[in-house]
Structure formats: C-alpha cells, structure tokens
C-alpha cells in the first residue's frame, strides 16, 4: 500500500514586520545629548584643572636658562688653586668638553633608556611601585634623569607620591622643551655627588683633584655611582662599598655596550689615587681672605658665593709658605728668650712685594690663622718708630738736602698748650754736630725731629701719602718718631719707593678677574707714578745700605744688595724692621695685640729683623737681585765719616758719599765751609 504524501494545510502568511523605530532622534534630543557630553567633558577637564593646581607645579621657564649657584675660584700667580667661595661648591663645566665616558656613566648607572623614553619612564616606575608594594616601604623611586633634574631644581626633596607626580609631569615638559644633552648638561653640573661638591666639575677636584676631561675610566665610574647614595659610597669615608658600586656601573656601562667587558675589569682592578681632603694650602688663608673682603666690598657677598668667578691673584706659594714658617719659628724664638713670660706669645705679621710691579707676593696676617683671623698686615695700625724716619729723609734729599749736611744731636724741648714734650735718643746720649747720614743709619731721634721741623711737616705728609701711606698722620713734629698708626703694608709699600727709582705703584693682590661665562671683570697692571727724583730715592737707598751694615739693622746682614730700617716704640710695644733689594721688600712686625711689652731689648733689629733675613734668605733663591741701578746724575765723592767734611783723599776716616748732582749749589756750599 503506497503511502500517499499529504498535503499540509495552508498557513496564514506572515504579516511584514513593523520598521516603525522604537525612539525618534529629534533636534531637541541631539541638543541634550551635546549638552551633557559637553557637561561631562567640562567637569573632566575642570577636576583634572583643579588636581594639577592644586599639586601648585612649577613652571620651567627658569630650566631653560639655567644658572645655578657656582664656586668663587682663587688661584696663585702660579694658577694653582689656593681658595674657594660659595653656597654650593659647584664648577660649571660644559657637556661638549666633557669626556663622552663620562655622559655614558651616569645615563648607564641611573638611566638607561634616557635617550627613549619621554622624560618619564614607565616601565621603571611599574617596577619600583611593584618593589616598594611588596617591600612595604618607597625605597625605590624609580626616577628617570630628567625627573631628578625636576626635583632637584623645581621640587622638595621629600618622599611622597604627590610630589612623584609632579615630577613626573615636570619631567616630561621638560623633556619636550629641551634636547637630550641640554637636560644632560644641566644633570652633570647640578647632581649632589657628596662631600660638598654639586656637579661633576666639583666631584672631579674634591675626589681626585682634576679637571673632568682628565678623569680616567676608573674614577668616572666611581663618581657615576654617587647620586644613589653620595655618603654610603663616598671613596673617603666607604672606600670598599664605593669599589662595590664602581662595579656596578662598569658592569652596566659594558652592558649597554658603552665599554667592552676588559676594558671594565681593568678599570676595576685600577687602583684610585684619591686628593687629600681640604687640599687647599692653609699657608694662603689672610692672602685669601684679604682677596674675599675686596671681592665682597666690590662685587657683592653674592656674586662672591655663587657668581663662579675665577680669580688670578698674585700670591706667590712658595714664598707665601717661606713666610708663614719664618714668622712661627721667630715667635717661637722670642718664647725661647722668654721662657717665664706671663703674657703669652706675641703676634707677628709679614708682607713681600714686587718693587716693579706692586704684586704682594706673600702675605701673613698672624702665627695662626685657625686661631685669629684678625689680619695684622692690613688691618692693625701700630706705630711704626724709627721705620717711619727714612720718609723724612727721602723728603730732605728731595728738597735738596745733603747726606753730609750737619744738624746738632743736643737736647731740646717743645712747649704746646702747657704741654712739654722733651724728646731724647733711644740710647740716651746726645751727639753734638751729626750728618744726616749718621743719623739715619744709628736710627738718632733728635736729628729726625730737627730736619722734619726744617723741611716742613706738611712736606713731609704730602710725600708719604704720595708714597701710599693712606692713614692719617699726625701733622706735628712727633711725626718724625713714627707716631702715628699705619699698616705693614702701607709701610711696606711706601719703601718701594726708594727701591724702584722713586716710583710709586700701589700694592696689587688680584691680576685678573674672570667670571663664569668668560668675560673679564678687572684686570689689573703696575701704575707707576714718580714720587720723588731718581736721587732722592738712592740717596735714601745708600744710607739705609749702611743701616743694616753698620747701624741698627746688623741682625739683618747677609742679604745681598739690601737695605732696610728697624723701628720700635715706647716700652718695646712694636718692633719692626723693613727692608728691600731691587727686586723685592719685605716689612716684618712683632708685638702684643694687647698693647703690652715685648720684653727688654726686644727691638725691631732683635725682633723683627731675624724674621726679615731668614725670609729673604729663602725668596732671593727664587727673586735673585743685583745691585740698586745708580741714577746718572749721582757722583761720588769721598768724605769724613763723623764731620761729614769733603776729602781729597780716600782714608780710613772717610767714605764715598752719593751726592745728587742737580745739588751743586749746595754741595760747593758745604765744600767751602
């Protein structure tokens, strides 16, 4: 039976589906719908405006012209380095004169995608969040170059993930406006590297004592592994711990392929020449305060701090240590002549000039530096005594008075306003008719007052403030004794005088002033002004040859081609001695600060002239000298030693006198008599 297909009943066809949409899109919908995204935009926007100034970012305009604070150097007329001055001990160097290992060093130490990432790298901060996380502390910050030059620049020190933020916004603005070797100049001259020194210029001179382009792979690595921890791994304090991260670096500068694996195992097993630390000759220490005072007065105690300026002075180190040894070992001397003295040890100062040129080649302010700053040279006014007097004669001379010329050693005594004042020679004695140049060379005080009351004092004070003597001076005839206070270097000065010709030219500390982007400030060179004629200058000159060889100054001899004058005061209170040769002078003082005694005979020639020959002793090794030029118009003519009478024959009694030919009126005046 055959199944037969049936037909299946016809379904109601499917009405079509409805395409009527379900919402209607009107103006009025659209209108909302921009409204609320604008709405939400603007609240976005305002939040993220109201957190970023609420986290009170700095702006980087001050980054783009970078000037930070730099060291003030001081150098010697040898350009060795004698002082500092600053607020941050940091030299500016210039990346393009940096060795390129050393760039290398540190981007492999502290960064080593800085020349790939934005400023910020993420990568490194996921890390150090992860570290610090699971650590449980922030001890790893994860910061990239450019974020420690923000922070180091812009941002406080402090550990805080609101302050990681601005950093990191910081460091990417920075890294969009400026180049990757502009962010890495500002890093190498602004990085803390320890024991003081901020910078890689500084870094270089504190541990090693060169200049960056004279670093050798060893030692750069060990000032790359410093911004971490510059105490923890300081080569002077943690000598290993250093030699333990300088592996580090190398290892990681061989890693990046900066420097091959031999070269780093043989940097490492180099061994590290550190500079000792200070390193500044403490010899120099009143030179160069006396340099940072004019600098202060000048420029400003700021621009001294942080103005980086480089200053050439003319301090000679050897000689500036010659005296600072011979001024300790003359007071120690005086302790040995003393040895139950209750007033404890004397002061002592000592000041070296140039004739020709004015430069102060040494300077020494006092025995101890760490002990008194007070600078005895330069600061102190004493009395001078009989070291004043060869200004009176050189004004004499210059008035054309001759060495031969008598005044009469007796006493005398003046009278003003009921005051008597009946001045007398050290020795006591009087001497009858004297020469002017007997009275000179025993240093006699009645012939001094004498010729100053004749010449005139007003003369006499014209000429020695021509001669550099800038304090006041008494305008009485007690002038002629050395009474009124003045400096060792302005005596000392004043006798250059008689040792360069007559000329004048006032003391020089600095040469040359440079500051940190090459412009020179000051420069200086001799300015030389004739004071006095050429005769009255080496009349003076012969007269005081004859002081140190047979006069007051005979603790003195030995010196070749010198001359020089002691001086002492009342009581012993001061004792000087000053003396030169063609090339250099040298004043010496010794006494109490207090104003006491410095014991019986303790004179300028006992004193102070013992210093004076054991310092020339040393710096005519350096300064060697001939004999004073003799001016054309001097002749000599011999004559009697104590009556000062012309000769026609040289005798034992007579000497060869230094007359000034332009005096020929008064030489055949005084030949007649």
Same mark, same amino acid.
Do not use: C
């Given at each position: 039976m055959l199944f037969q297909k049936k037909s299946l009943p016809k379904s109601k066809p499917l009405k079509a589906r409805d395409n009527k949409p379900l919402w209607r899109w009107s103006h009025i919908h659209l209108i909302f719908f921009f409204l609320s995204v604008c709405s939400l935009l603007t609240l976005l926007i305002s939040i993220i405006l109201y957190a970023l100034i609420s986290l009170n970012i700095p702006s980087i305009k001050s980054i783009a012209s970078y000037q930070p604070p730099a060291t003030t150097l001081i150098y010697s007329n040898a350009d060795i380095l004698i002082g500092r001055s600053y607020s941050e001990n940091r030299q500016l160097v210039d990346l393009k004169q940096v060795p390129k290992l050393v760039a290398k060093a540190f981007v492999a130490a502290e960064d080593a995608r800085f020349f790939e990432h934005p400023g910020v790298d993420g990568w490194s901060i996921l890390r150090a969040l992860i570290r610090n996380i699971t650590s449980g502390s922030r001890g790893q910050g994860g910061s990239t170059i450019t974020q420690q030059v923000a922070r180091s620049l812009l941002l406080s020190p402090e550990k805080t993930y609101i302050r990681k933020v601005k950093e990191a916004i910081l460091a990417y603005r920075i890294d969009k406006k400026l180049s990757k070797n502009e962010i890495l100049h500002i890093y190498m001259n602004q990085i803390y590297l320890g024991e003081g020194a901020y910078g890689i210029g500084a870094a270089a001179k504190t541990y090693f004592g060169k200049d960056v382009n004279q670093l050798d792979l060893a030692e750069i690595a060990v000032l790359a592994g410093l911004p971490q921890a510059p105490s923890r791994y300081s080569p002077f304090k943690h000598y290993n711990k250093a030699k333990r991260r300088q592996a580090y670096v190398l290892n990681r500068m061989a890693e990046d392929g900066y420097i091959s694996p031999t070269a780093a195992r043989r940097a490492y097993k180099e061994a590290l020449l550190l500079a000792p630390q200070g390193g500044l000759p403490e010899e120099a220490s009143y030179f160069v305060q006396y340099v940072k005072n004019y600098l202060t007065t000048k420029y400003g105690y700021k621009k001294l701090q942080q103005g980086g300026l480089k200053i050439f002075t003319t301090v000679d180190l050897q000689l500036q240590r010659a005296a600072t040894s011979q001024v300790r070992q003359g007071v120690t001397l005086w302790g040995a002549r003393h040895p139950d003295n209750k007033t404890g040890s004397p002061e002592a100062s000592l000041v070296c000039i140039d004739v020709q040129t004015g430069h102060v080649l040494a300077l020494v302010g006092g025995v101890n530096f760490a002990n008194s700053q007070f600078d005895r040279a330069?600061?102190?006014?004493?009395?001078?005594?009989?070291?004043?007097?060869?200004?009176?004669?050189?004004?004499?001379?210059? &008035?054309?008075?001759?060495?031969?010329?008598?005044?009469?050693? *007796?006493?005398?005594?003046?009278? =003003?306003?009921?005051? %008597?004042? $009946?001045?007398?020679?050290?020795?006591?004695?009087?001497?009858?008719?004297?020469?002017?140049?007997?009275?000179l060379v025993h240093s006699r005080n009645i012939p001094a007052i004498k010729l100053l009351r004749e010449i005139g004092v007003s003369e006499t004070v014209t000429m020695a403030k021509a001669m550099g003597i800038d304090s006041p001076l008494k305008p009485n005839l007690s002038l002629a004794l050395g009474s009124s206070e003045l400096s060792l270097l302005e005596l000392t000065s004043a006798y250059?005088?008689?040792?360069?010709?007559?000329?004048?030219?006032?003391?020089?500390?600095?040469? &040359?002033i440079i500051d940190r982007n090459g412009t020179v400030l000051e *420069?200086?060179?001799?300015?030389? =002004?004739?004071?006095? %004629?050429? $005769?009255?200058?080496?009349?003076?000159?012969?007269?005081?040859?004859?002081?140190?060889?047979?006069?007051?100054?005979?603790?003195?001899?030995?010196?070749?081609?010198?001359?020089?004058?002691?001086?002492?005061?009342?009581?012993?209170?001061?004792?000087?001695?000053?003396?030169?040769?063609?090339?250099?002078?040298?004043?010496?003082?010794?006494?109490h600060d207090q104003h006491i005694s410095l014991g019986p005979n303790e004179t300028g020639g006992r004193a102070a002239a013992p210093i004076w020959r054991k310092f020339m002793a040393e710096a005519i090794k350096t300064y060697q000298s001939h004999d004073f030029k003799i001016p054309n118009s001097i002749t000599f003519i011999p004559i009697n030693k104590e009556s000062g009478d012309f000769e026609y024959l040289n005798t034992d009694d007579s000497l060869w006198e230094a007359f000034a030919k332009g005096n020929m009126k008064r030489w055949s005046e005084r030949s007649q008599e």
């Open positions: 330069t600061q102190a006014k004493r009395q001078p005594g009989s070291a004043f007097k060869p200004l009176v004669y050189a004004t004499a001379f210059n &008035k054309g008075f001759l060495p031969n010329s008598i005044i009469i050693d *007796e006493p005398i005594t003046f009278t =003003t306003n009921n005051q %008597t004042w $009946e001045p007398r020679n050290f020795s006591g004695s009087f001497y009858g008719p004297t020469t002017l140049r007997n009275a250059t005088v008689f040792a360069n010709n007559g000329r004048y030219s006032p003391p020089l500390f600095i040469k &040359k *420069e200086n060179t001799a300015h030389h =002004t004739q004071v006095m %004629t050429e $005769e009255s200058a080496f009349q003076t000159t012969y007269l005081l040859k004859s002081a140190i060889e047979e006069g007051t100054g005979k603790n003195a001899r030995g010196i070749p081609f010198s001359a020089g004058k002691t001086g002492t005061t009342d009581r012993n209170m001061d004792a000087w001695f000053i003396g030169y040769n063609p090339s250099i002078a040298t004043g010496v003082w010794v006494g």
